[in-house]
């Protein structure tokens, strides 16, 4: 059998699929490339064998019968394999078939356990729903019948029949919504079926009621306690932040202002952890809060970056403006105001104004609010007739919308007043303020703060036009009234005081505004610090009364208090500390106070050579002034100083004047007094000589000057022990004798 044939049967018979041919079309073009092959090699054989054709005829015959079965036996083997092949497809198509089933299966399966579950969450996620609301339900049910049976319920006769029992309240025309409040807060500590978040959303809303009605003190014990339990009962930090600006609220309201600031700082702190609540409203409102307590504490500058942060946020987002938007603005334009920027305080009033006339309506108490406001900020700005204007025509309106008592209204007419009392028209002011006045105190529920306002301004102007008596019956009643505000603190009524103090003084009682200011000043010492600014005017108002009581030495002392303070918080320049320098060195020459004109002296000094560096002349004459004044007191060492620097100028700038040798003896008299008697002598001789040679040119009303020369040498021979010259001196001193004492030289 020919190789090649056995090596085609054998690929056909091969064990591995991959080996056999691939398929019957290959394995047939395989058999058709045999046969060409045997074809050809018989053709070879007929030529070759021509002679012996009989011979091999048998043989041919033979030979293509094995071909011929060679051939049977291979179309026989390929229709095997092609069998095979057929066969193998099928099995392997019903293998596939089968683990695709078996694949569907198992996914038809995981669905179904996925199905299963999701029904299982979706079971517990409706029950937790159905869970919080009915706690819900319960927690509305809880604060709905408390303030029902516990606040409302004595609103009624029927009520205070089932309910009244041993806290029976009767009801009158004189109950007020305070006395149900009180009654319902005494049920609430006496309730123990409260859960813990009830119990403290019913603190919140009782603490917030009180402060409604402007009981702040009552307030915040509830507010303390509700903030305490959402503390204990660790709820999430967004459940906590109405009880903290509750209480943050309540806490600036009793001007507890430092403990509200630790608060909001809290809370924005704890908000800036939330995604959900960046920049939403709750968080703006608590940065304006905030601001607005940083004002009140005098740390301007924070409050007016954080009320600048609010606006620019409120002006990003896409929505309408609100009262958020309006009070930002108002509070920030009063913060400008406090900071001298008085253009930008106009210009956010003005834009204020405008948006909420927009937003809210001419007529709403919002808008009506503006127009003081602004009128204020003009006044600052020294455009009070643009000032007047505008409250002249808001007041009427305002008054007919709101009616004579509304704060708004009083608003008005407290800064009309203001503007008239600046504009010299203390009659008009006091009109308005008398007007209300007297429509506050017919009122069944007056404005205490705007009252107390009125009268104090209306005491101002009374001591202004002289009505001394008025003024300070008006001012002690703005006191008395402050004082019984709930909200009221010491330092708030220091104005009053100081304003009480300065009606006493002007009405004469100079005994009384001591005793009003001694208490004022120490009570500010120890309430505010010996740096508090209020602290300037009050010692001021002392030294004023100390002086009309003819106790000089006394008003001295608080004089150079009153300075020192000014030169510290105003600075040296400054012309109240200027004119607080002056009236220092006024005072102690009054009472002879050598010790503080001594400390006083360096300021003197720098004061003179900085203003009269130009003018050496005018210089050397205070410097003169000074050196006498302490040459008075018996400051000798210290008169000597001033006195040379004197000397020194007038030699070089006035060389023939009267004045140069009357600073001679008058350094002569300081050499004296430190016994330096041998240089004392020249300078006593030349000055007195000197003038006696310019006598003409002395002022009568200076020649005492020359009295004083002769007494001088009169004290230096006594000392030298030279009798005769003694007598020479007091000889010549008769001659000046009856010359009357006159103002000390001008320089």
């Known amino acids: 059998v020919d190789a090649r044939l056995i090596a085609l049967a054998r690929q056909c018979l091969a064990p591995r699929p991959d080996d056999r041919p691939a398929n019957a079309q290959q394995l047939a073009q395989q058999i058709a490339d045999y046969r060409s092959m045997v074809e050809t090699r018989l053709r070879q054989a007929e030529t070759e064998a021509a002679n012996a054709l009989l011979r091999q005829s048998e043989q041919e015959k033979r030979h293509r019968l094995r071909q011929f079965a060679t051939l049977a036996v291979a179309i026989t083997l390929l229709l095997g394999v092609v069998g095979t092949s057929l066969g193998l497809w099928r099995a392997n198509a019903l293998a596939f078939r089968e683990s695709q089933a078996r694949v569907e299966a198992d996914q038809k399966r995981v669905l179904a356990d996925q199905a299963r579950e999701d029904e299982t969450r979706a079971r517990e996620v409706a029950q937790r729903e159905r869970d919080a609301k009915e706690q819900q339900r319960r927690y509305a049910d809880a604060i709905a019948n408390f303030l029902l ?102 806490y600036r309201s009793v001007k507890r202002t430092e403990e509200a600031i630790a608060l909001w700082e809290r809370m924005l702190a704890t908000m800036s952890t939330l995604p959900s609540q960046k920049g939403n409203s709750m968080a703006l409102i608590a940065k304006s809060n905030l601001a607005g307590a940083y004002s009140n504490v005098g740390r301007i500058p924070e409050a007016l970056r954080l009320f600048e942060e609010v606006l620019r946020t409120l002006g990003a987002q896409r929505t309408a403006p609100t009262r ?86 009083l608003a008005h007419i407290n800064h009309l007043a203001s503007v008239y009392r600046a504009q010299r028209q203390p009659q008009k002011a006091m009109d308005l303020l008398e007007k209300a006045r007297r429509a506050q105190l017919q009122s069944s529920a007056p404005d205490r703060s705007e009252l107390v306002s009125i009268l104090n301004k209306l005491g101002l102007l009374y001591g202004e036009v002289k009505r001394h008596a008025d003024a300070i019956a008006v001012l002690r009643e703005a006191l008395a009234l402050f004082e019984k505000g709930e909200e009221a603190t010491p330092t ?64 001295a002392a608080t004089a150079m208090q009153a300075y020192s303070l000014r ?126 040679q310019r006598l003409e040119k002395i002022p009568v009303g200076a020649r005492e000057r020359l009295a004083e020369a002769t007494d001088r040498l009169v004290r230096l021979y006594q000392a030298l022990g030279k009798p005769d010259e003694v007598r020479r001196w007091q000889t010549e001193g008769w001659r000046w004798s009856r010359v009357l004492p006159a103002p000390r030289e001008e320089g």
Not at 369 to 384: I, N
Request: with cysteine.
């Open 324 to 409: 958020l938007t309006l009070s930002t603005m108002k509070n920030l334009a009063a913060t400008y105001l406090a900071v001298n920027k008085v253009p930008e305080a106009i210009r956010m009033h003005r834009q204020g104004l405008e948006l909420s006339r927009k937003l809210l309506g001419e007529p709403d108490p919002y808008t009506r609010s503006f127009y003081p406001a602004l009128a204020e900020a003009l006044q600052a700005g020294k455009q009070t007739d643009e000032a007047r204007k505008l409250l002249e025509e808001s007041l009427p309106q305002t008054a007919q919308r709101l009616g004579d008592n509304h704060p708004i209204t």
């Open 567 to 692: 030169k510290k918080l105003q600075g040296a320049e400054h012309a109240d500390t200027i004119s607080y320098l002056g009236l220092c060195l006024q005072l102690m020459r009054e009472a002879r106070d050598g010790e503080r004109l001594a400390a006083l002296a360096p300021d003197l000094a720098a004061f003179y050579r900085q203003r009269l560096a130009s003018n050496p002349t005018e210089l050397s004459g205070r410097l003169a002034i000074v050196g006498y004044d302490l040459l008075c007191c018996g400051r000798l060492q210290e008169a000597e100083k001033w006195l040379r620097e004197s000397l020194t100028i007038r030699k070089k700038q006035l060389p023939d004047d009267w004045r140069t040798f009357s600073t001679e003896s008058m350094l002569g008299e300081a050499l004296l007094g430190q016994k330096q008697l041998a240089q004392a002598e020249p300078l006593l001789l030349s000055g007195y000589q000197g003038m006696i």
């Open 149 to 250: 049976y516990d606040l409302l319920a004595m609103t009624t006769v029927e009520g205070q029949a089932r309910f009244g029992g041993n806290d029976r309240l009767t009801m009158s025309r004189e109950t007020t919504l305070t006395d149900l409040l009180d009654r319902a807060a005494r049920k609430l500590e006496t309730r123990t079926d409260l859960a813990p978040r009830t119990r403290a959303e019913l603190c919140r809303v009782i603490g917030i009621s009180y402060h409604a009605l402007g009981q702040y003190r009552k307030s915040i014990p509830f507010l303390e306690q509700g903030y305490r339990i959402v503390q204990e009962q660790k709820d999430p930090p967004a459940e906590t932040l109405d009880m903290i600006n509750s209480l943050a609220v309540a």
């Open 492 to 555: 708030e009524g220091f104005v009053f005081r100081d304003n009480l103090g300065h009606a006493y003084l002007s009405a004469g009682q100079a005994e009384n505004a001591v005793e009003v200011l001694e208490a004022l000043r120490y009570d500010r010492l120890h309430l505010q610090g010996p740096q508090h600014p209020g602290l300037m005017l009050t010692l001021g108002n002392l030294t004023a009364s100390y002086r009309r009581m003819g106790n000089i030495r006394q008003a």
